[in-house]
T-cell receptor, first 113, second 111 residues
Framework: ETGVTQTPRHLVMGMTNKKSLKCEQH?????MYWYKQSAKKPLELMFV???????ENNSVPSRFSPECPNSSHLFLHLHTLQPEDSALYLC????????????FGPGTRLTVL | QKEVEQDPGPLSVPEGAIVSLNCTYS??????FMWYRQYSRKGPELLMY????GNKEDGRFTAQVDKSSKYISLFIRDSQPSDSATYLC???????????FGAGTRLFVKA
């Protein structure tokens, strides 16, 4: 595997379900990000981890819970989501200290029924 | 006022045309300026980045930054149908992790 991978690619869940999104980066980076992308809206930064410490939490509802067990893996735990949470969730990584250029995974298309 | 403004398009051009994509911004502290390309059902892919003002060229792509006008551009020469995608501008300041993205311009290049 190369670059940034995300699983699953598609997820349909009910409002009472609990699910997790997984991201893995194979680039040797030390910062990882979760973004939400909705139609016709800019990418919304959700969380940033640098060296496994959360450094940004962009006023995200508590029904989204991130976890970064090491610099290569990032999870987004989901519970009691709302239909308006349906979107493309993108993971990205970058190398701290360099230009803020991020490498993105393909995303997880989430639908909340 | 949004920090970054980008016309969503769509922009439709014939093959071979020169394409100009633009963003304006309000925060004069931005120092890094990026352009990403996003194909349908894929994540954004970094095309180019520029630090501070000036031009940068990479093949058919040229990025320009005018900090005095708070205006950045991406030019695509000899556009190809494979250039059809959404182009996102992005910018950040030195230090920190927050990158601000434009909403993206949808480009169609017709064969």
């Amino acid at each position: 595997e190369t670059g940034v991978t995300q699983t699953p690619r598609h997820l349909v869940m009910g409002m009472t379900n609990k699910k997790s999104l997984k991201c893995e980066q194979h680039l040797g980076h030390n910062a990882m990000y979760w973004y939400k992308q909705s139609a016709k809206k800019p990418l919304e930064l959700m969380f940033v981890y640098s060296l496994e410490e959360r450094v940004e939490n962009n006023s995200v509802p508590s029904r989204f819970s991130p976890e970064c067990p090491n610099s290569s893996h990032l999870f987004l735990h989901l519970h009691t989501l709302q239909p308006e949470d349906s979107a493309l969730y993108l993971c990205a990584s970058s190398q701290d200290g360099g230009p803020d250029t991020q490498y993105f995974g393909p995303g997880t298309r989430l639908t909340v029924l | 006022q949004k920090e970054v403004e980008q016309d969503p398009g769509p922009l439709s051009v014939p093959e071979g045309a020169i394409v100009s994509l633009n963003c304006t911004y309000s925060n004069s502290a931005f120092q890094y300026f990026m352009w990403y390309r996003q194909y349908s059902r894929k994540g954004p892919e970094l095309l180019m980045y520029t630090y501070s003002s000036g031009n940068k060229e990479d093949g058919r792509f040229t990025a320009q930054v005018d900090k005095s006008s708070k205006y950045i551009s991406l030019f695509i020469r000899d556009s190809q149908p494979s250039d059809s995608a959404t182009y996102l501008c992005a910018m950040s300041h030195t230090g920190g992790f927050k990158t601000i993205f434009g909403a993206g311009t949808r480009l169609f290049v017709k064969a």
